[in-house]
């Protein structure tokens, strides 16, 4: 199943929001796209990836991050692989087809 991906309106908090993604330009001036993981909230970058004119990116996304979690038992903090890895669109896509 393809997961959509909101565009961020408000480009400040944007990190809060988790399933979002922002546009943005490197230095040499390509297209840079990142994403906010819809599972964890970490940040990941499309580079690497390519957009097509409807906003559906390939390959799938895997997420990189961790997630820290908290147990009660005595082993105290464990940290474990976010699991999120699925085919995203990214809604309202207007850049046109091309890699980042
Ligand atoms: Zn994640």
Known sequence: MTHMIKPANVQD???????????G???????SVSISCPRCGGVASLSGHAIDAQG???PSVVCPHD?????LRPL????????????V???GWTEGAGPT
């Open 67 to 71: 997630i820290e979690q908290v147990e």
């Open 25 to 31: 330009r490197t230095a040499e001036g390509k297209l």
């Open 56 to 58: 559906d990116v390939t």
């Open 76 to 87: 105290g903090e464990v940290t474990v692989k976010c699991d999120f890895h699925e085919f």
């Open 89 to 91: 669109r990214l809604e």
């Open 13 to 23: 908090v944007w990190l809060k929001e988790r399933g979002r993604y922002r546009r």
